[in-house]
C-alpha cells in the first residue's frame, strides 16, 4: 500500500544576483566617471573661482585683478581643464570648459555662437566615434554634461543678452544659472532679484535642468521642486580661508563684515555644491545622454538619411 508523502513547500534558496550592484560598482570604480563643466559668463564674475570652490581645488587660475584699476583680463579662446580628483577611492575625471566672457564688446551679435558650436562639436565627435565600424569600447566623454550660466548681481532683471543666449543654451545642454558675487546685494535684494529672473524665465519659456520626468517618484519630485526654489542659486566663490569664531572657514571680508562661503544663510553655495556633486551629478551625465545627445543624434542621423536618399535620386 502506498504512503502519500505531503509535498515539500519550495525552499526558497539565496541564489545571489544581487550581489549585481557591487559587481557593477567594482567595474565603474576601475574605470573611474567623467564630468564635463562648461562656465558661462561675462568676464568679472569670479567664474574659476567659484569652480575652484566647488571642488575644493585649485582648477583655473584667476584672471581676476590683482589691482582695483587694473581691467578684467578677458578669455579669448574656449580652454578646457582636466584634473583627476579622488574621494574614498571613487575617481573623477573633472574636465572644466571655460568661455570667453561674452556680452563684454561693443558690438554682442551671435557672441554665443563659438559657446554653442563648441557643445555641438563635442556631441558630433561623440557620433563619429560611436558610427564607426571598429569602435573604441568606452569612448572619451566630452559631451557638456553641465552649463553654469553665470548672472551678473545688477538687482534689476536679466540682460536681452542673457536671455538671448540662455534659450540658445538650454536648446542643446543643462543649464544651471548662479547669481554671481551675490554679496553685493542685500538679502532682501537678492531675494527680489531671483524672484524676478524666475518670472523671466518662466515669461520665456526657458527650460531649466532639473527636468520634471514621469520617471520621478516622490523622493526625486520633491528634490527637484526643492532645486528649482533655488534656482538661480546665488552664490559667492571664495579660495581665501578666513577665521570665524576660531574655525577658519572659506570665506571673504566685506563691508558688512565676513561672508562664510559654507553659511547655507550667507550664500548657496552648499546648495549648488550639494546639487552638482552630491544628488544630481549622475543625472547630470544621463541626462545629457538620454535627452540632449539623443534629439541631436536624430537630428544628424535623420539629415544624413535625408542625403543619401537624395543622392540616389541623381544617379
Known amino acids: ?59 583655473i587660475d584667476s584672471k581676476g585683478r590683482t589691482q582695483p584699476d587694473e581691467p578684467t583680463r578677458q578669455t579669448v579662446e574656449i580652454h578646457s581643464f582636466t584634473e583627476t580628483i579622488i574621494e574614498n577611492g571613487v575617481k573623477l575625471r573633472l574636465n572644466i570648459v571655460d568661455t570667453p566672457g561674452y556680452g563684454d564688446q561693443v558690438n ?36 557638456i554634461h553641465c552649463c553654469l550660466f553665470f548672472i551678473s548681481p545688477t538687482g534689476h532683471s536679466l540682460k536681452p543678452i542673457d536671455i538671448v543666449v540662455l534659450k540658445k543654451l538650454t536648446e542643446v545642454v543643462n543649464v544651471v544659472p548662479v547669481i554671481a558675487k ?21 515669461f520665456h519659456n526657458i527650460k531649466l535642468y532639473p527636468y520634471a520626468s514621469d520617471e ?3 523622493h526625486d519630485a520633491s528634490l527637484n521642486e526643492s532645486i528649482q526654489d533655488l534656482i538661480p542659486f546665488a552664490v559667492i566663490g571664495s579660495e581665501q580661508t578666513i577665521v570665524v569664531d576660531g574655525k577658519a572657514v572659506r570665506g571673504r571680508q566685506n563691508r ?8 547655507e544663510e550667507h550664500c548657496e553655495f552648499i546648495h549648488l555644491r ?8 549622475q ?20 539629415a544624413l538619411k535625408e542625403g543619401g536618399s537624395q543622392q540616389q535620386h541623381h544617379h
Open 1 to 59: 500500500m502506498s504512503v502519500e508523502v505531503p509535498a515539500q513547500p519550495f525552499l526558497q534558496s539565496y541564489v545571489g544576483f544581487d550581489s549585481i550592484t557591487s559587481q557593477i560598482e567594482k567595474k565603474l570604480l576601475k574605470r573611474g566617471f567623467q564630468f564635463n563643466v562648461m562656465v558661462v559668463g561675462q568676464s568679472g564674475l569670479g567664474k574659476s573661482t567659484l569652480i575652484n570652490t566647488i571642488f575644493a581645488s585649485h582648477l
Open 108 to 143: 554682442n551679435e551671435n557672441c554665443w555662437e563659438p559657446i554653442i558650436k563648441y557643445i555641438k562639436d563635442q556631441h558630433s565627435s561623440y557620433l563619429r566615434k560611436e558610427l564607426t565600424a571598429v569602435r573604441d569600447r568606452f569612448i572619451q566623454d566630452t559631451r
Open 182 to 202: 551675490s554679496d553685493s546685494l542685500t538679502i532682501e535684494e537678492r531675494l527680489a532679484f531671483k524672484n524676478r529672473i524666475k518670472e523671466e524665465l518662466g
Open 216 to 218: 520621478d517618484d516622490e
Open 256 to 263: 558688512w563684515g565676513v561672508v562664510n562661503v559654507e553659511n
Open 274 to 281: 550639494n546639487f552638482l556633486t552630491r544628488t544630481h551629478l
Open 283 to 302: 543625472d547630470l551625465i544621463e541626462t545629457t545622454s538620454l535627452i540632449h545627445y539623443e534629439s541631436f543624434r536624430a537630428k544628424q542621423l535623420l
